[in-house]
């Protein structure tokens, strides 16, 4: 199917994708349509093995070779020249290209089996909140994919951290599954970006992004979010919170924040579908992982409240 230009979603590490040929310009061009994406969203490309990555692109810079090294096949996303083998719609028109490498079996055989690198964005509609389970896949894009591989529930359930660390000054472009914290340990200080709407650097920082069909409101802490009520469902971290809601979604009783973060977009996903009138949802710590799920709700927030 990827041989002859079709569209084939598959399971990450991260989230599901939705992938193409990247070497072939029209099967590329499917995807921004089957996401009803704008063209100035570059993909990322995802290969099967850190060993693929120089005879692709070249001789990488030591910060970039170092966190290959270090933490491939895994939830990070990496900045490198564009090869001339990569049509340029895969990267929006930029010289560079956004390239990782799965920490998912059943990815990693397929980009195998391929013989071709995969472009793959997440497996959902633009804007949208992205798929952690097939069955979201299949919901969310239906006849406009041509296969779903179905791996189970993705285990870190949130999008790979995006870093440009071709310069002197490595940048966070997107607050990701592999915490800054990770990053620095191998290659010093980190800059994090703040997303910016006007300039789609990474489009995943859009401000208004992640969203659910629902209206999502983010309230300061559990004590601010009100008594409930019949039309509102509650997005908590760990503890349930007080009065009658009409649904409740716990990231994770422990207070775990890798659980919370696996669980964030599924939750998100059920939230959507019983029907409620609004979501309210309240930050978890801001420190590790938590920074890249209160980036999630900061943007689907923003859908709905442009002032935030
Ligand atoms: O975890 C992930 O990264 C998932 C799985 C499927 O690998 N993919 C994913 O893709 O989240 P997508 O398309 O939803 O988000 C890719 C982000 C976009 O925000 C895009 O703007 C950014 O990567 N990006 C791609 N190429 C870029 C480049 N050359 N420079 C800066 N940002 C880039
Ligand atoms: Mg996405």
Redesign the pocket.
Known sequence: MLRTGGLVAFP?E?????GANALDARAAARIFEAKQ?PSF????T?LADAADLEPLVGAVGPAVAALAARFWPG?L?L?VD?PDEIPPIV??G?D???V?V?DHEHARRLIAAAGVPLA?????RFGQL?PTRAEHVVRGLGAAVDVVLDGGPSR?G???T?V?ARGDHPVV??L??LPVEELEKVIGPVTVRPGSSGQ???????AAHYAPRTPLRLVSSAESAGAGGPGRGYLAFRDRPAGDWAAVEVLSGSGDLTEAAARLFDALHRLDAVGVAEIVAEPVPDTGLGRAVNDRLRRAAATWDPAI
């Open positions: 990450t991260t989230v599901y994708g939705l994406r969203d570059p993909l990322i995802h939830p996303t900045i564009r990267t929006s930029l560079s290209m956004a990782r799965p793959a964005p997440s497996a959902n992205s870190c949130i999008e790979s995006i440009d472009l997107r990701g599954a789609p650097v990474a489009p995943g920082t859009l």
